[in-house]
């Protein structure tokens, strides 16, 4: 605490994100980072632009990323802003959208930087307790006084919610906006992206990252789509703080990334796959995992002390994550790496249960 401090940053209590560890000997699979590299055409666009004119500015309005990105989706590039990583995105969007003073709803088990930011921008939050199999119930998000945000798939539980129910909150909160987080959509199978409902909603928010599916955690490029009023409102935001989120090596990258659409098919499939048969692994040695839709999973087994078996993985070498929060507090979220590393952890996951 300083004399120095606004109330603003008294009241803040900052998100802690998880460990970086940087002993190349750890499995990290703790930030649901892609275990792969991105694009070797990620990294030929940002060398050129390296060696390009960096002694100028990046365009403003990253009209080239916003135009990738907007073919990949079926919207237009006036449907699409962009940031510096979701978490910037989701900032502004709360500064943009979500009134000071007014209750906003999410569900208490979901993304922790939801509350970090109401606190910052002083909107109180409803934190809305999952139902008994963690999934969320449409009803409890109706009627929203400053509106509703939630991750889709839901994280940490990585539970993809259907659009039909999305649907059902977006209807019932016609005057506020609904921000659907779709940072792992690209891992859920049979799951659609709420992006397809831009058209019908204007009250629909989704944002998506670089940072999960398309291996650019280390690049910071998020990104909202909506009507073009609620982009038209980020970008207020955006160029009252800094008309520059987003960097020339930053554009370049990312905008390749939506363009090689093939290597993210390949990557994202076998992710996937390596989901599949880790879920399977998992079960056979009795844990009881639930239905995942990204790149992630979330298991706890009877009789086992799961922070301890964090603590014994971590002394292996493998970094998982494990949650305070007693409500999760007996379970694991353990991101998916390669198929090596996964049979690696398995291997030492079996020495620490014996
Ligand atoms: C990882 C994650 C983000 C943030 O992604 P960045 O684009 O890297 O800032 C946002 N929301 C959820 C739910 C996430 O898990």
């Known amino acids: 605490m300083s004399k120095f401090w606004t109330p603003v940053v008294k009241r803040t209590d900052p998100y802690v994100p998880g460990e970086q560890l940087n002993d190349p000997d750890v499995i990290k699979l703790n930030t649901n980072e892609n275990p792969y590299k ?17 002694q100028k500015y990046p365009s403003p309005t990253a009209d080239e990323l916003r135009e990738a990105i907007a073919e990949v989706n ?55 307790p999952l139902q008994d199999d963690f999934t969320l119930r449409a009803e409890h998000y109706f009627d929203a006084e400053a509106g509703v945000i939630f991750p889709n798939p839901n994280a940490p539980t990585s539970i993809y ?3 039909e129910e999305v649907k059902r909150v ?24 709420a992006v397809s409902l831009i058209d019908q909603y204007p009250n629909l928010l989704v944002i998506q990252t670089t940072s999960k599916s398309r291996a650019l ?46 290597y993210f098919e390949e990557k994202r499939q076998a992710v996937i796959a390596t989901r599949i048969e880790t879920v399977a692994a998992l079960e056979e040695r009795g844990f009881d995992v639930l239905p995942s839709g990204a790149n992630f ?54 020495e620490a249960l014996v």
């Open 74 to 128: 079926g919207v237009k590039k006036e449907n699409v802003f962009v940031g510096n990583g979701s978490d910037e995105v989701l900032a502004f969007a709360f500064y943009a959208f979500f009134e000071e003073g007014k209750t906003l709803k999410f569900p208490a088990i979901s993304y922790s930087f939801y509350p970090v930011y109401s606190k910052l921008f002083n909107i109180p939050f409803e934190a809305i």
């Open 38 to 54: 991105p694009s070797p055409r990620v990294i030929e666009a940002i060398t050129k632009t390296a060696t390009g004119d960096m």
């Open 297 to 350: 999973v979330f298991a706890k087994k009877d009789g086992v002390d799961v922070e301890r078996l964090y603590e014994q993985l971590k002394a292996k070498k493998v970094l998982v994550r494990h949650f305070k929060d007693p409500l999760i507090a007996n379970y694991l979220r353990i991101s998916i790496g390669t198929d090596e590393q996964m049979d690696e952890f398995l291997k030492r996951l079996d």
């Open 161 to 163: 919610w259907p659009l």
């Open 217 to 262: 955690a280390g690049l910071r490029v998020g990104l909202a789509i909506g009507q073009p009023e609620l982009i038209e409102g980020l970008v207020r935001i955006k160029d009252s703080f800094n008309s520059y989120t987003v960097d020339q090596l930053a554009l370049a990258g990312a905008t390749e990334a939506f363009r090689d659409t093939d």
């Open 170 to 193: 977006l209807e019932a909160n016609p005057d506020v906006v609904v921000i659907v987080d779709e940072a792992y959509i690209d891992f859920a199978v049979g799951g659609e992206s």
